[in-house]
């Protein structure tokens, strides 16, 4: 398997995107409590089926030049990123 940049394959770039996103979001949290540490007007969430599949990019990418952001960040909680992705894949997720 042939991996992009923006695959997560050591600890230091994992615990610097895990930072940001606990900056944003409550990692502890579940569904349906909100995760998020701020009010937002607009939040989603969806199924990862859904969000893993073909169609869902274009709709991403759409969703980031409305917003005028240049990247875009999904993370997957559930299952663990270390304890079971690092482990099994050899890149965190």
């Given at each position: 398997m042939s991996l992009s940049p923006?695959?997560?394959l050591t600890e230091s770039s994992f615990e610097q995107q895990r930072d940001g996103l606990q900056s944003i979001l409550d990692t502890r949290r579940r569904l349906p409590e909100v995760p998020f540490l701020q009010r937002w007007m607009?939040?989603?969430f969806d199924?990862?089926?859904?969000?893993?599949?073909?169609n869902f990019w274009p709709i991403?990418?759409?969703l980031g030049r409305t917003a005028g952001d240049s990247e875009i960040l999904i993370a997957v909680l559930d299952p663990d990123p270390v304890d079971y992705h690092k482990s099994t894949f050899g890149y965190y997720n």
């Open positions: 923006y695959h997560l607009v939040r989603g199924e990862f089926d859904w969000v893993m599949g073909a991403a990418q759409e």
